[in-house]
């Protein structure tokens, strides 16, 4: 069974940064695509960025591109989010999940992220 746990979030102000991480266990880590997703209270998670399993491609959201960086250290299992220049709207529940390629088949659990004026 896959265990991804998430850490890193806190509650800081508007232009701030923070670095979440994503822990693997129970998967050939370096076989799959890593993500980044996001939940509002009340609202569907969306996606916040994608590394393919060699981590060499990558997407991001728009609400991302120039602020986030993801990454990842396949010889430790961790996948990170590098989040600066955070914003209020960037409120939410960050959540790792793995996936074959065609959609995620394992989440963590979250980490929250609460940022202030």
């Known amino acids: 069974e896959v265990h991804l746990v998430e850490s890193g979030g806190a509650m800081v102000q508007a232009g701030e940064s923070l670095r979440l991480s994503c822990a693997a266990t129970g998967a050939i880590f370096d076989d799959f695509e890593m993500s980044w997703f996001r939940q509002a209270p009340g609202k569907e998670a969306e996606p916040v960025s994608v590394l393919e399993a060699g981590g060499e491609n990558v997407c991001y959201s728009n609400f991302a591109n120039g602020r986030f960086t993801i990454s990842r250290d396949n010889t430790e299992n961790m996948l990170y989010l590098q989040m600066n220049s955070l914003k209020i709207e960037d409120t939410g529940l960050y959540l790792c999940?793995?996936?074959?390629?065609?959609?995620?088949?394992?989440w963590g659990q979250g980490t929250q992220v609460t940022v202030s004026s």
């Open positions: 999940a793995i996936s074959n390629g065609t959609n995620p088949f394992a």
